[in-house]
């Protein structure tokens, strides 16, 4: 059982930088395959970027190649999202998503989910 505790977001111009993180409660965090998705309204949950237990291998999807970075801190139980060069469509709510194996596009493959923060680009 892991519990994730999300924080970073807020309102930003377009062309902005933010920095999300989330913090993992236990002593297992490195077990788990970390990933971040988003959801705007009416819209399904999508996938943003993931990484591995080890932070080694990472992966985007492709609207936010070039702009966001995932990265983890395994000694502080912490993921984070930088993301760079904010666009209005960006706009959503960013969840942070454990998973007890292997990284993964899905949203169904996360078991653990934080509560969300709210992401607003303004144009």
């Known amino acids: 059982q892991v519990q994730l505790v999300e924080s970073g977001g807020g309102l930003v111009q377009a062309g902005g930088s933010l920095r999300l993180s989330c913090a993992a409660s236990?002593?297992?965090?490195?077990?788990?395959?970390m990933g971040w998705f988003r959801q705007a309204p009416g819209k399904e949950r999508e996938f943003v970027a993931a990484?591995?237990?080890?932070?080694?291998?990472?992966e985007y999807a492709d609207p936010v190649k070039g702009r966001f970075t995932i990265s983890r801190d395994n000694a502080k139980n912490t993921v984070y999202l930088q993301m760079n060069t904010l666009k209005p469509e960006d706009t959503a709510v960013y969840y942070c998503?454990?998973?007890?194996?292997?990284?993964?596009?899905?949203?169904?493959?996360?078991?653990?989910w934080g509560q969300g923060t709210q992401v607003t680009v303004s144009s």
């Open positions: 998503a454990a998973r007890n194996l292997f990284r993964s596009r899905s949203p169904s493959d996360y078991n653990y």
């Open positions: 236990g002593r297992t965090f490195s077990s788990y395959a």
């Open positions: 990484i591995s237990r080890s932070g080694i291998n990472k």
